[in-house]
Structure formats: structure tokens, C-alpha cells
Nanobody
Framework: QVQLVESGGGLVQAGGSLRLSCAAS????????MGWYRQAPGKQRDLVAS???????YYVDSVKGRFTISRDSAKNTMYLQMNNLKPADTAVYYC????????????????WGQGTQVTVSS
């Protein structure tokens, strides 16, 4: 069972920056996909960005050019650098890790952090 702990959220003015961290309880080298999701009040939890263990990244269109996802295997930590923040980015941000046990059957395990609040004021 991988434990994930997010940090770095807070209150920031529009145009400001924050860096979120997601620390894992064990080596992330064997974790195939890691990602950041966010959930605004009354809305579903959506993927914001993801990074694979070979460095392939994905960003939702609304954050492209503003957010950067990365992972540091030496520190067992994933990051989300968020620049030029907008009020629409306000949400609880969740860290996710997916470990694929079998590429034949597709059997995998999903792990979630507890979330960190990001609030962007206008």
C-alpha cells in the first residue's frame, strides 16, 4: 500500500505561483503513472496533469503552458509547478499513483493522497 502525502497548497492571488509536492512512502520507480487531479466544489474530480515513469507528460488544455509536472525518483516525490494561477484553478488537488501489476491482464492498483486546497483570489 503506497501512502501519498500532498503539500504546498494555499491561498494566492491571481497571477501568482504555487508548487505542490506529493511524497510517496516507498520508491516511485516501480509506479507507472503519477498524476494530479483536482476537484472544485460541486464538481467531479478531473485529471490535471500526469507523468509516466519514462517521463511522458500529459496536461489538460486549460493548464498547458502554465503548469509543469515532474517526478524525482531519488526523493520519491512528484511535483506540480503552477504559474499564472487563475481563480478557475481553485480546487482541492489530489495526488494519484497507479501501479500496473500486469500488462497482460491490465490489473493495477490506484493510490490517492488526502488532498491539498488551492485557492486563487481575483
Amino acid at each position: 500500500q503506497v501512502q501519498l502525502v500532498e503539500s504546498g497548497g494555499g491561498l494566492v492571488q491571481a497571477g501568482g505561483s504555487l508548487r505542490l509536492s506529493c511524497a510517496a512512502s516507498e520508491s516511485i520507480s516501480s509506479i507507472n503513472d503519477m498524476g494530479w487531479y483536482r476537484q472544485a466544489p460541486g464538481k467531479q474530480r478531473d485529471l490535471v496533469a500526469s507523468v509516466t515513469n519514462i517521463g511522458t507528460t500529459y496536461y489538460v488544455d486549460s493548464v498547458k503552458g502554465r503548469f509543469t509536472i515532474s517526478r524525482d525518483s531519488a526523493k520519491n516525490t512528484m511535483y506540480l509547478q503552477m504559474n499564472n494561477l487563475k481563480p478557475a484553478d481553485t480546487a482541492v488537488y489530489y495526488c494519484n499513483a497507479k501501479r500496473i501489476w500486469s500488462t497482460i491482464t491490465g490489473y493495477s492498483s490506484n493510490y490517492w493522497g488526502q488532498g491539498t486546497q488551492v485557492t486563487v483570489s481575483s
